[in-house]
T-cell receptor, first 112, second 114 residues
Framework: KQEVTQIPAALSVPEGENLVLNCSFT??????LQWFRQDPGKGLTSLLL?????REQTSGRLNASLDKSSGRSTLYIAASQPGDSATYLC???????????FGQGTRLTINP | KAGVTQTPRYLIKTRGQQVTLSCSPI?????VSWYQQTPGQGLQFLFE???????NKGNFPGRFSGRQFSNSRSEMNVSTLELGDSALYLC?????????????FGPGTRLTVL
């Protein structure tokens, strides 16, 4: 059974810092990995999608990497801003099933 | 292009009642998936529909059911509500629901069972 873990559960940093969020998964048989952002009480916003054949994806200040063999992904946020405060979730699409398996998320707070 | 919409946004029901939630996918998207989000269990997959057919189902009791209409809109029904059904219910749509598709989520329906 695929399990997705995100560490740390919460992170608080001052504005302007670069930071890394971690995601690990137990089964490397995945189609892709997706990073989402969730604001309190809201739905999920897709940030980046990395296919299993890719190593990384970039969008603006965000860079996500994928190491399928070791079961790890990282989300790098450059020059953090207070507006980046949210919960960040990673999810893997597992082979043989049309569904996403989510981690519990990292609650990120950027202090002005 | 309008995003995924869900109605209603908030619902309060009592134990034993039933509830129907609605999801309208992004125009042109044919795959709709439903997820339940709770503080304890996180996000869990309920089911996925494509062209009016359920393609996948998660590990939820039969009280949870759904359907999809010819215009790709989907409804989810929960019968005989229990306190533990209180959650944020999210639907997501994608173009074909293939393994390379990005899933786009709606704002969710917050269900409270009293």
């Amino acid at each position: 059974k695929q399990e997705v873990t995100q560490i740390p559960a919460a992170l608080s940093v001052p504005e302007g810092e670069n930071l890394v969020l971690n995601c690990s998964f137990t089964d490397s048989a995945i189609y892709n990995l997706q990073w989402f952002r969730q604001d309190p009480g809201k739905g999920l916003t897709s940030l980046l999608l990395i296919q299993s054949s890719q190593r990384e994806q970039t969008s603006g200040r965000l860079n996500a990497s994928l190491d399928k063999s070791s079961g790890r992904s990282t989300l790098y946020i450059a020059a953090s801003q207070p507006g980046d405060s949210a919960t960040y979730l990673c999810a893997v699409r597992i082979q043989g099933a049309q569904k996403l398996v989510f981690g519990q998320g990292t609650r990120l707070t950027i202090n002005p | 292009k309008a995003g995924v919409t869900q109605t209603p946004r908030y619902l309060i029901k009592t134990r034993g009642q039933q509830v129907t939630l609605s999801c309208s996918p992004i125009s042109g998207h044919r795959s709709v998936s439903w997820y339940q989000q709770t503080p304890g269990q996180g996000l869990q997959f309920l089911f996925e529909y494509f062209s009016e057919t359920q393609r996948n189902k998660g590990n939820f009791p039969g009280r949870f059911s759904g359907r999809q209409f010819s215009n790709s809109r989907s409804e989810m029904n929960v019968s005989t509500l229990e306190l533990g059904d209180s959650a944020l219910y999210l639907c997501a749509s994608s173009f074909l629901g293939t393994t390379t598709d990005t899933q786009y989520f709606g704002p969710g329906t917050r269900l409270t069972v009293l």
